[in-house]
């Protein structure tokens, strides 16, 4: 094909025969030069179609697009490869960023809370102390008060289970009582004699009797116990709130002592044995129940 362009250009410039011609046809003498030269043009021409129609390969590493500029399809990929990268690595230093700001209002917050916990941990410990200083010191206000109440029931004694009449004289039942428990007139004035507590359906009332002196209250309630074995009635001790809730406490206990051998006498708000020491029990206090009532006996 490149032969037949070199023959074509020999022809035109006059230079002789193109290479390998000798079996074309020579030229009539009679034909003008002219027209053999067009022949081997549209000759030459003809070779050369096939060139220019001849497809591209399939395997070329450009590809065209479609606004004519060419591509590597690898470049492609790798930018894009970058390009998320970058992406990927920015939204992660702003994850980072948020996580910090996060973390330390986190901190903050916790080191508040902490530092709010300590004040009400130390605000607790000092009304726990405060409490405790409380306790301590209205149990010695009610011990106090106590040996008070103690004091002023000193010549106190109380007729238990003697039948109500109406128009009773206090004063009279409590002198008849007194003399069947042994003790005169002489040698125990009554100063003052009522009934006291509340009014209970199928309930007497006790009678809160005042006398001169505290050694008749000790012979009163010494001799009482075998003199009025055979009365509805007894007589006993002007106790205290506090000092009857302990004797009730160990009632049962005390009972089963003086059973077995062991006499015991509550004096002073506690159970003492006959060197007049308190007695230690052993045994379990069995409480009051809250929906019994108070027993009438003691």
Wanted: charged content about 35%; overall charge positive.
């Amino acid at each position: 094909m490149f032969q037949n362009i070199m023959d074509l250009t020999r022809v035109k410039k006059g230079r002789g025969r193109p290479k390998g011609s000798k079996n074309r046809d020579k030229p009539n003498s009679s034909t003008p030069l002219k027209e053999h030269n067009t022949r081997r043009l549209k000759e030459a021409e003809h070779d050369v179609m096939p060139l220019q129609a001849e497809p591209a390969d399939s395997d070329s590493s450009e590809i065209v697009s479609d606004n004519g500029s060419t591509a590597n399809p690898l470049s492609q990929l790798s930018g894009s490869i970058d390009s998320s990268l970058r992406r990927i690595k920015e939204e992660l230093i702003q994850i980072e960023r948020n996580f910090e700001k996060a973390l330390e209002y986190t901190n903050a917050r916790v080191e508040s809370l902490e530092r709010k916990d300590y004040e009400r941990t130390c605000q607790i410990k000092s009304l726990e102390l405060s409490i405790k200083e409380l306790k301590t010191e209205n149990r010695q206000i009610n011990v106090a008060l106590n040996k008070q109440d103690r004091i002023s029931r000193k010549k106190n004694i109380r007729i238990v289970g003697y039948p109500y009449t109406v128009g009773e004289n206090c004063m009279d039942i409590a002198a008849t009582v007194i003399e069947k428990a042994g003790v005169g007139p002489q040698d125990a004035k009554i100063e003052r004699a009522h009934r006291d507590g509340p009014r209970r359906e199928g309930r007497t009332r006790h009678l809160l009797v005042r006398l001169d002196s505290f050694e008749a209250k000790i012979a009163i309630l010494k001799s009482q116990r075998a003199r009025l074995q055979e009365e509805t009635y007894f007589i006993t001790d002007d106790l205290t709130m506090l000092d009857l809730e302990e004797k009730r406490k160990w009632r049962q206990q005390a009972g089963e002592l003086y059973a077995s051998g062991t006499k015991l006498h509550f004096s002073a708000g506690k159970w003492r044995g006959r060197d007049g020491k308190p007695f230690q029990f052993q045994l379990t206090a069995v409480p009051l129940r809250r929906q019994d009532p108070p027993p009438t006996t003691d």
